[in-house]
């Protein structure tokens, strides 16, 4: 990955905080396109929303949004109210969208990117993923590189491998991340 590439994922990479707790929670991927007018979203994984995670059963109603400031190379929180129209409460469709006004957030970040989202994985086999994992806990942004696995048969899921030698428990906090 070339450094612009490097720096370039680590603004579009935001972590997300408890806010009764400081603790990080998960991390989300910024998302900003012409359609979009001026919003940007943050995509992350829903059950980061929850207290009890994937039991889908007890809702924050805040969450601290940590993007990074790269003049200062520091994070700058946005506490957010979460809209759960946006949030899915299933397993498998484990996704949540975060919106954010344009502006406030450019006014953290700079300017950010338009991004493309693409739907299909297409021949790509090796990905980077940057997130706050506990295996830091959640202090530091870090950069894996998993390789595709398998289409998951009977759900639109799919595995990756990790080449990292990451407990289970250190990986969580990847939650959320963008790939």
């Avoid at 006004?101 to 970040?109: A, D, F, G, I, Y």
């Avoid at 990790?162 to 963008?178: C, N, P, R, T």
Wanted: glycine share 4%; hydrophobic share 40%.
């Amino acid at each position: 990955m070339t450094a612009a590439n490097d720096q370039l994922l680590s603004t579009l990479t935001v972590r997300l905080k408890c806010i009764s707790r400081n603790l990080p929670i998960g991390t989300g991927i910024i998302y900003h396109s012409s359609e979009l007018n001026n919003k940007i979203y943050v995509l992350t994984a829903a059950h980061n929303l929850f207290e009890n995670s994937e039991l889908f059963t007890s809702p924050r109603k805040l969450v601290s949004v940590d993007f990074l400031d790269p003049t200062s190379n520091k994070y700058k929180s946005i506490e957010k109210e979460i809209d759960y129209s946006l949030v899915s409460t299933s397993v498998e469709e484990d996704i949540a969208i975060l919106v954010f006004e344009k502006e406030l957030v450019e006014s953290l970040t700079g300017t950010l990117p338009k991004i493309r989202a693409i739907r299909d994985r297409l021949d790509m086999n090796e990905f980077i993923l940057k997130g706050f994992p506990n295996a830091t806990q959640g202090k530091e942004l870090v950069c894996i590189n998993p390789t595709w696995l398998q289409q998951m048969t009977e759900s639109n899921r799919f595995q990756v491998e990790l080449k990292e030698d990451y407990l289970e428990w250190a990986v969580k906090g990847f939650s959320g991340s963008g790939v």
